[in-house]
């Protein structure tokens, strides 16, 4: 992490009047779990520097003092062990959830508890904290069928659509990101982001800097959308991908098409 430095039905009324409200600008509560992950730290500094208030869950006091140096509020907890009252305890009074943690694969077990499990323990915990809004950072579920992919990963896959069912199913306002293969190289600030994309590989830089802006979209809501490296500006990218959502929802909920 960086060192300091006309017609419309009631859902879609409701994101114009939160994005009239200024949603879309003004700074936000965010609770990232995962934050210590190479996404999650990234998304951090990224939100930091829109002046969001951030927080997050890690698993040690380890890092307490580093995230605290950039005034980012960390909370001590495994997700394997903590109840969703756990969590609602902490994501209280936030505006939005972020859940970027992950097994990325190996042991089932671990694999249930936090890719599958967590995302459900998460939801409850938005229910019950009155968290209404909860962003997904998940997988291409049908990525690679050309190839013989080992087992547990396969089941990872699994678990992460079982996730992502859950959370679409929440009737929270949500949004599922679903990266291609995840580099550390330098981002390049240029995009592919549409309901599907090619699985190719995308920066984790570039991962967050979508994230950042899309959690900053109330128009991005109950909505997949696949995310991979491309030539599209990601500022672009979010405000294109906003307005399609806005007018698919405005057409679904119109009475016309009853
Ligand atoms: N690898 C890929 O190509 C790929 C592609 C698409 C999507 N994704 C998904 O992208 C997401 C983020 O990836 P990343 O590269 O940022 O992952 P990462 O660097 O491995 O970070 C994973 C995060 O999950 C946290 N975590 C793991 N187990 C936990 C537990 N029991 N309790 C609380 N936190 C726990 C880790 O905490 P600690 O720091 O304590 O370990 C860490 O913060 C993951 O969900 C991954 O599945 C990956």
Redesign the pocket.
């Known amino acids: 992490m960086r060192q300091q430095s006309g017609r419309e039905g009631p859902w879609i009324s409701n994101i114009k009047f939160q994005y009239n409200l200024g949603m879309g600008r003004h700074s936000m509560d965010i609770f990232v ?8 730290r990234l998304l951090a500094d990224h939100l930091k520097d829109r002046g969001d208030n951030v927080k997050g ?4 006091t380890r890092d307490e003092a580093e995230f605290a140096a950039v005034g980012v509020k960390t909370y001590v ?4 062990a903590m109840t969703p009252h756990d969590l609602a305890a902490v994501v209280t009074g936030t505006d939005v959830i972020v859940f ?5 694969g190996g042991e089932r077990g ?1 694999t249930e ?3 599958r499990d ?1 995302v459900a323990k998460t939801v409850e915990a938005a229910h019950l904290a009155g968290v209404r809004r909860v962003a997904l ?4 579920p049908e990525a690679w069928r050309e190839r013989e992919l080992p087992a547990d990963e396969e089941y990872y896959f699994a678990a ?1 659509k079982e996730a992502e069912v859950t959370l679409s199913h929440s009737g929270l306002d949500w949004f599922i990101l ?5 580099t550390d190289d330098a981002s390049t600030g240029l995009i592919a982001l549409g309901l599907a994309e090619v699985h190719g590989q995308i920066s ?1 830089g570039d991962v967050a800097a979508t994230l950042a802006h899309l959690l900053h979209e109330p128009r991005i809501s109950r909505q997949i959308l696949e995310l991979n490296e491309g030539d599209i500006r990601i500022e672009a990218a979010v405000s294109c991908a906003a307005a399609e959502a806005e007018t698919e929802t405005a057409a679904k909920c119109s009475p016309d098409r009853a």
């Open positions: 779990i995962g934050i210590t992950g190479r996404i999650g869950l890690t698993r040690s907890g495994d997700l394997g970027t943690a992950g097994s990325n671990v508890a936090i890719d967590g950072v998940s997988v291409f992460k679903r990266p291609s293969l995840l984790r």
